[in-house]
């Protein structure tokens, strides 16, 4: 039995999290434990068995009690929880610019054809059909 592990449950802000090392591992979870407020599918930092860190995805957050002490296993801790927040507001400004720089091509390419295609033609009156 794991004297600390069963000590450390006891708070109510301690908890223990399954995470997955995907796609490394298929479905096999991982389980560390941690006093930071976690969720399913946050990322989160950890330390494997080779001392390298790694970035993993928190499967479910497990209750304290939920967890089998009786086995030899010395849990390590969640090393830190990752914000995306930057990453992923530059992500969608990047997406608007694409769209904005897509729409301009396409409008200045109709617009080309047009003029190449239907030098007779008015345009805005076939547009309006």
Known sequence: MNDVNLLLANNPDFRFVETVF??????????????????EGDMVI????????????????????AIDFDVRISYKLVVAKL??????????????????INKSRNAQALANSA???????????????
Do not use: C, H, W
């Open 22 to 39: 995907a796609p490394y591992t298929g479905d096999k979870t991982y389980t560390y434990k941690t006093m930071l407020p976690l969720e």
């Open 46 to 65: 950890v330390q494997t068995p080779d001392r390298e860190f790694k970035v993993v995805q928190v499967r479910t957050v497990t209750d304290p009690m």
């Open 83 to 100: 914000d995306t927040t930057q990453y992923e507001a530059a992500q969608a400004l990047e997406k608007n610019i694409l769209l904005e």
């Open 115 to 129: 003029s190449v295609l239907l030098p007779n033609v008015d345009v805005i009156k076939l547009t309006r059909l």
